[in-house]
């Protein structure tokens, strides 16, 4: 991936032989409230279309708003676990445009007065800590979502038509920006991916939001520019959206810095741009034009009152929090006995969560480790999605190992188990039933089919016979091919050397 | 016509009480009423005879259980086309709505409902509550039951001509400007325009959410206070709602009655008085404060020197909180959809353009353009902000003049109803209207507008305007009861006796 170049793209090397990039984060964060962040309604995920709306969230005339206390009080703990100020007094302000996504066409969201502001998260990246300062953290409410029908590329140009649903319209969200994070160089990708990685386990830490990229409860907007390396001035930035998994974070950062440093390059300017990630290929495509002149003509909310949330209650959410997530891995890799390394390639993969819930299962924290970083990683990779993508969770995974720790399927079987819950199939119980992968241990079956080697290789059992006991791996191997692999390879070993004692 | 639409709301109220009448009879005696005059008063932009007169069924079921739900159990009411009423279509003047019909109420339409108040229909209004005139309704202008000819004031020239043309006992207004009071001025009724924050304002289609208020639009200070008990009060669902009891207004003007205004100390507002007040308006306000003077009150002249500045405030703040609520007409989800002529297949922004190009009036662009104007940025600290700076200072001066006063007095409107068309192409003189009730809006604070007598210059009717601090509704209900008993006494009857009678034969 690293020396790939397409026609307008430089080589990440060449691009930062030349370039230092500057990255700047926006995440929209969906906040996990039983209503949405001014009426009543639900929130659930999924619902028939427009089935989730009231006259709130329709924008109707003359229904007004009331605050989601819940959305204020996560957006709240979400600022105090980023170290970020909490503002003592702070309101609500109208950003005005024009969509038909947007119920009154206007966003009721926060401008000049976010409820957190100022903090920073420390980001682990390959044994490094990195510093991501944060800009703030604001309250605001979702759009609807619009389909566009017709045409062929989803998008509105060239479509027959557009449905809207409005169920998502007023789903409270908390948009956590960054400071421009500079001096990453060939990090930027990764640190990119490590920020969004570690604020996606703080969530979740919280229990503030589902935070499942895949249904666009956390989006990430990535912007970056290009600068002369060494050179102090922050270029032209590009605002890429729709980057909605951990490995297209990364994969993004890494494609605007090798196409702007083409742009630069050939002595063009970077156009200030909403760019469109495009997961299947791997490549952004202009979107809107956004120039600095685009006027929100902002102005505070008249239909709400400030929010001047009591500092008491402030310090209560602030001991309330649980521990950060750096401490949090401190204190697990010392439970679980994980070197650096395993530690390190552990959160790299994303799997810290889920390890975590899989050792919670009841699976060791080493088989845990193996199964999400080896075989569970492979898969994803496969598919092409993130590791919390796969349809397998960590109660499956302890199943597994627990099939394995009783010798009923072995780690071949295993490996069988999980193309079956992937597949859909059902629990790994039910997979193992519905697909015959227990192992025979059914001891007639196994000794009259050790018996059966013997016979076969009279000169092999004659060495074993003679004491090399190193080659009973034949027998053992003929045994298990017999068997179809659903053999407890021990219990073979055992036999053989028992036979021929 | 009928007796029965000649008495006040109190005067139905005790009738349907003591079983004298019925709602259905009430109800049915001001229907009549509209099918007689409204073809020349145009007070109402739709009447629900069906909804009415089903309501005053349940209404006159309940009476005769002994279940009334209200004190105005069974007493018609009109209201504003500007806030939501399920199953009854709402425009807001505006042909942008033409149609709409809400799948909600209001909370003051709810509250009118469960208070048992038949709703007789919606009362028409300048597009958006623009106007001081009702000229800019879309849906043409409603006429002063004074004098056919002339305006009933704005914007809720419709609430205000239904009750002083006894089409409805009852109206409710919404004040953003002094659309309840100045209308009451120049119609000869009462019109209240609460506290900010007395009176819910969910469902109503707001025009400037932070002045916008709906309050009682009645004939007597009594019903106007029975009115805004049934309509007042903390709602939830209005997060600038207020959040404690109203005070007994009702009781307020049953004291005020009396006329005992001993020991009341009543500001004039210099600001609002002398220069651009007509004569007649002026000579008749004299009076009515030396009325309270013969009664016992102290007056003092108080200067506000903000208020000055009041109007262009008011159309900063206004415009630019209009410009973003009217953001919402667009054509995708209710109301009026234009498509482009000459387009195919038009793209969601021309139908959006195309819409609010044909569905808005000339007013509601003009403040559309203002308020976009004054939130643009580079300009928003100049004028938003900047207005909102000398709003706190209007405030102050209220502040600091309810220290020298219980209450403040002035002319309500600066002259009595003037002609029709005769101010629609001079926009300025039309504000104009409302630059005694403006600043009551910018700081929050109550005011009520009663009559005050007949101009002599043109023989038509002047208000007086009452305000008291926020909160203090029930002093505007004291005092203004006070007047209303002083001048009425003087007057030896309802000053509403004296208009014109709109029918012909049945009289």
């Not at chain 2, 099918?35 to 932009?45: M, Q, R």
């Not at chain 2, 003047?93 to 038949?118: C, F, K, N, Q």
């Not at chain 2, 600091?400 to 002319?411: C, G, I, N, W, Y």
Request: proline fraction near 5%; aromatic fraction near 6%.
């Amino acid at each position: 991936m690293t020396t790939t170049t397409t026609p307008g793209v430089l080589s990440f090397e060449d691009a930062l032989a030349r370039f230092d990039p500057t990255l700047g984060l926006e995440v929209h964060v969906e906040l996990n409230t039983a209503s949405k962040m001014f009426c009543s309604c639900a929130t659930g995920f999924g619902a028939e279309p427009n089935t989730q709306v009231c006259p709130v969230c329709l924008g109707l005339p003359g229904a007004m708003p009331v605050v989601n206390a819940t959305a204020v009080e996560s957006a709240i703990r979400i600022g105090l676990a980023l170290n970020c100020s909490i503002a003592s007094w702070c309101r609500f302000a109208r950003k005005n445009y024009f969509y038909p996504d947007m119920p009154k066409n206007f966003q009721t969201s926060q401008y000049d007065e976010p409820i957190a502001y100022d903090g920073f998260m420390d980001v682990d990246v390959d044994g490094e800590t990195v510093r991501v300062e944060i800009e703030r953290a604001h309250m605001e409410e979702d759009t609807g979502k619009s389909l566009h029908v017709g045409g062929a590329t989803g998008r509105i140009h060239g479509a027959d038509y557009s449905l809207v649903d409005y169920n998502r319209a007023g789903i409270p969200l908390i948009e956590i920006v960054t400071k421009p994070v500079r001096g990453t160089r060939e990090q930027a990708p990764t640190v990119a991916r490590a920020y969004v990685a570690q604020l996606r386990d703080l969530l979740l830490g919280l229990g503030v939001s589902d935070v499942r990229m895949e249904q666009g409860s956390l989006r990430c907007d990535v912007n970056l520019s290009l600068a002369p390396a060494g050179s102090d001035v922050l270029g032209t930035r590009t605002e890429t959206k729709n980057v909605n998994s951990l490995r297209s974070v990364e994969r993004a950062v890494r494609y605007e810095i090798g196409r702007q440093a083409a742009v630069l390059s050939a002595g063009a300017k970077v156009v200030q741009e909403t760019r469109h990630w495009h997961e299947d290929t791997g490549i952004t495509t202009s979107g809107r034009e956004k120039s600095d002149a685009e006027d929100y003509r902002y102005f505070p909310e008249p239909d709400l009152v400030p929010i001047a949330p009591e500092r008491e209650w402030v310090e209560r959410l602030r001991a309330a929090l649980p521990e950060p997530p750096r401490e949090h891995r401190a204190r697990l890799q010392r439970k679980w006995g994980f070197s650096d390394l395993e530690m390190r390639d552990t959160v790299g993969a994303g799997a810290l969560g889920l390890v975590e819930e899989t050792i919670a299962a009841g699976a060791s924290p080493a088989s845990a480790r193996k199964w999400w970083l080896s075989e569970m990683a492979r898969r994803a990779n496969e598919q092409g999605v993130d590791l919390a993508e796969l349809a397998v969770t960590p109660a499956d995974v302890a199943r597994v190992q627990a099939l394995v720790d009783e010798g009923k399927v072995n780690d071949k079987l295993a490996r069988q188990v999980f193309d079956g819950v992937l597949a859909g199939e059902g629990t790994p119980d039910e997979v193992v039933e519905k697909r015959g992968l227990a192992v025979v241990s059914d001891e007639g079956a196994l000794s009259a089919a050790v018996d059966r080697a013997i016979e076969a290789n009279p000169d092999v059992a004659a060495k074993i016979r003679d004491g090399k006991v190193a080659a009973a791996g034949a027998l053992i191997g003929a045994v298990m091919k017999e068997m179809r692999g659903q053999a407890d390879a021990g219990r073979v070993r055992e036999l053989v050397l028992e036979k021929l004692s | 016509m009928s007796d029965l639409t000649r008495r006040t709301a109190a005067e139905l109220a005790d009738a349907l009480a003591a079983g004298e009448t019925t709602s259905v009879e009430v109800t049915q005696a001001s229907l009549d009423r509209i099918a007689e005059v409204d073809s020349a008063v145009h007070a109402f932009l739709h009447v629900d005879a069906d909804g009415a007169l089903a309501a005053a069924r349940a209404a006159d079921q309940r009476r005769a259980s002994g279940t009334a739900a209200s004190a105005l159990d069974g007493v018609p009411v009109a209201v504003k086309d500007v806030l939501a009423t399920e199953g009854l279509p709402t425009t807001c003047g505006s042909r942008i709505l033409e149609g709409w019909v809400p799948p909600y109420d209001a909370t003051v339409v709810a509250r009118l409902r469960a208070a048992g108040l038949p709703i007789l229909g919606k009362t028409n209004m300048d597009e958006f509550a623009m106007g001081s005139s009702t000229e800019h309704s879309a849906y043409g202008p409603t006429h002063n039951p004074w004098d056919l000819g002339r305006i009933p004031g704005g914007s809720g020239g419709g609430s205000a001509a239904a009750v002083a043309a006894f089409e409805a006992p009852l109206a409710v207004g919404t004040d953003t400007g002094g659309s309840i009071r100045q209308p009451g001025a120049v119609t000869g009724t009462v019109g209240v325009k609460p506290t900010y924050g007395g009176v819910s304002r969910y469902g109503l289609v707001a025009l400037a959410n932070s002045l916008d208020q709906a309050g009682p639009v009645t004939r007597t200070v009594l019903d106007a206070a029975l009115l805004h008990e049934v309509i007042g009060g903390h709602d939830p669902r209005d997060s600038t709602s207020i959040d404690r009891p109203l005070p007994a207004l009702v009781e307020a003007a049953r004291q005020g009655a009396t006329g005992d205004v001993k020991g009341l100390r009543v500001g004039v507002v210099k600001e609002l008085t002398g220069e651009g007040y007509q004569a007649g308006v002026q000579q008749r306000f004299d009076e009515a404060v030396r009325l309270l003077v013969d009664a016992g009150a102290e007056v003092v002249e108080v200067s506000c020197p903000t208020f000055v500045h009041a109007l262009a405030t008011y159309y900063l703040i206004l415009p630019a909180e209009a410009s973003s609520n009217l953001a919402k007409f667009d054509a995708m989800r209710y109301g009026l959809r234009v498509l482009p002529e000459g387009v195919e297949a038009p793209s969601a922004e021309e139908v959006m353009r195309a819409t609010r190009d044909r569905g808005f009036g000339d007013e509601v662009k003009r403040r559309i353009i203002i308020g976009t104007y004054a939130l643009s940025s580079g300009y928003y600290d100049a004028y938003y902000g900047q207005a909102q700076k000398v709003r706190t200072l209007v405030s102050r001066d209220f502040a600091a003049a309810f220290e020298q006063a219980d209450v403040l007095l002035s002319p309500t409107a600066p002259t009595t109803a003037f002609k029709l068309g005769e101010k629609l192409d001079d926009p300025v003189a039309m504000y104009l209207n409302d630059l005694a009730t403006i600043p009551a809006n910018l700081a929050g604070v109550p005011g009520i507008s009663v009559p005050s007598g007949l101009a002599d210059e043109d023989g038509l009717p002047t208000g007086v305007q009452v305000l008291a601090p926020a909160l203090a509704d029930d002093r505007v209900y004291r005092v203004g009861a006070a007047l209303e008993t002083l001048l009425t006494d003087r007057w030896g009857g309802p000053l509403l006796d004296r208009a014109p009678a709109l029918e012909g034969a049945s009289a």
